[in-house]
Nanobody
Framework: VQLQASGGGLVQAGGSLRLSCAAS????????MGWFRQAPGKEREFVAA????????LHADSVKGRFTISRDNARNTVYLQMNNLKPEDTAVYYC?????????????????WGQGTQVTVSS
């Protein structure tokens, strides 16, 4: 599976962005998907995950109520809707594919990673 993330940019605090992650290959629907982020000088951080069917989701406490992960298997795409953005959300955002069943916040569970898209939130 090859992943291509897009949709990042510069936004003011309180604004919104929607990230997309397009996957190549016909097995996209077999993978759980996740979003992670990494700010300068910090470790990669879990943001959200979704099961292969889209029936289950998991969001980090830091984004719960503001971010929503979703997917469209017909379009081989997973999304991250980000609302009420804060300066501390500034980071490079990565999408990743998890071949195992269930939801996980652990980066080691994910076998395939996209190249990342920069999100910058100004105060």
């Amino acid at each position: 599976v090859q992943l291509q993330a897009s949709g990042g940019g510069l936004v003011q605090a309180g604004g919104s962005l929607r990230l997309s992650c397009a996957a190549s290959g016909r097995t996209f629907s077999r993978y759980g998907m996740g979003w992670f982020r990494q700010a300068p000088g910090k470790e990669r951080e879990f943001v959200a995950a979704i099961t292969w069917s889209g029936g289950g989701t998991l969001h980090a406490d830091s984004v719960k109520g503001r971010f929503t992960i979703s997917r469209d298997n017909a379009r081989n795409t997973v999304y991250l809707q980000m609302n009420n953005l804060k300066p501390e959300d500034t980071a490079v955002y990565y999408c990743a594919a998890d071949p195992a069943i269930g939801l996980s916040p652990l980066p080691t569970r994910y076998d395939y990673w996209g190249q990342g898209t920069q999100v910058t939130v100004s105060s």
